[in-house]
């Protein structure tokens, strides 16, 4: 694990990716993913497009996008009686982990292809508001960027990707998934606690005052399709994601931070989805977020948000 983001021997993130990239290379078999090098001797990482994707690969794909300063670990927890399992994320670095590189923060819409991007490749051009908030930019020769997209990037991604990141094109690297795969199922159920510290700051709390999280959520069964996908890995998070906070300064906004879906609607997120068209700009922003929220204050109190709501998931997963 590297050093605090003001230390000045803390390695670049995306020359932590990138040594986790290297290694699922190296394992890429294992992991049954699939490599591609294209022309431009950028490298792609098919983690769920063309192959189903996994447990495994998921979790892989989570780690880099954390730039491997998070811990993750699969476990078995009931859903109303049935054993499901959910992915855990523990991270000592939350701001650096989960805002300046697990964030989906670049939309990438070059030719046919559609793509969602995030992972540490974010921080090489650090214009995100939550780089200012971390004092934090990256300076590395390789970029990291995992895509959410039914198609693997060619050649326009990568040089879309190289002019923002400022590196050069062989030094792109683009580990992609569809969101309905294995692979995407596992990558969502990793972003409960993403989505904490996320809407924290976003109602102006410091995320440097984070000083730990810790994070559990189902992995939602692979739709068929990528709309319904997205619904059920929503409801993963915000009916059934668990978010554990250690904190170093008190908020009297910490209960705005769980998901209001429940209380809101009251049903899976596809009928919420269809209810606005798939138009998702139409939805208030306290629907995206974990079901429950623990926050400890050091040298302070303990307080509980919100709840998990097993029927609803239940009811999204077809139990």
């Known amino acids: 694990m590297s050093l605090p983001s003001d230390s000045p021997d803390m390695d670049p993130l995306n020359r932590m990716a990138t040594e986790l990239v290297d290694e699922a290379i190296d394992f890429a078999d294992e992991l049954a993913i699939a490599v591609q090098q294209l022309d431009s001797e950028a490298t792609v990482l098919d983690f769920g497009v063309h192959v189903p994707g996994g447990i495994e690969a998921g979790l892989m794909l989570a780690e880099i996008q954390t730039a491997g300063l998070a811990t993750l670990d699969t476990t078995l927890r009931d859903i109303e009686q049935t054993p499901r399992t959910h992915v855990e994320l523990t991270t000592d670095y939350p701001g650096l982990a989960l805002l300046g590189s697990q964030k989906a923060g670049w939309e990438l819409s070059i030719d046919d292809f559609e793509g969602l991007g995030s992972g540490p490749a974010r921080a090489l051009v650090a214009e995100e508001e939550e780089f200012a908030r ?154 995206f977020a974990p079901a429950q929220l623990t926050v400890d204050i050091v040298g302070g109190d303990t307080h509980v948000y919100g709840e998990r709501h097993g029927d609803l998931l239940a009811e999204s997963f077809g139990l």
């Open 134 to 287: 971390l004092g934090y930019q990256d300076d590395f020769e390789f970029a990291v960027l995992a895509l959410e997209s039914e198609r693997l990037p060619e050649e326009g991604v990568v040089s879309e990707v190289a002019d923002r990141a400022g590196v050069p094109e062989s030094g792109v690297f683009l580990p992609t998934y569809a969101t309905a795969s294995l692979t995407g199922s596992v990558t969502a159920a990793a972003r409960a606690a993403e989505l904490a510290v996320f809407r924290l700051s976003e109602l102006g709390y410091d995320p440097l005052d984070v000083l730990s999280a810790s994070a559990s959520a189902p992995v939602a069964p692979v739709a068929d399709g990528e709309a319904t996908a997205m619904a059920r890995t929503t409801d993963a998070l915000a009916y059934g994601g668990q978010v554990h906070l250690v904190v170093s300064e008190p908020s009297d906004r910490f209960d705005e931070v769980v998901s209001t879906a429940a209380e809101s609607y009251g049903e899976p997120f596809e009928a919420i989805f269809e209810s606005v068209d798939w138009t998702f700009e139409e939805l208030p922003t306290e629907l």
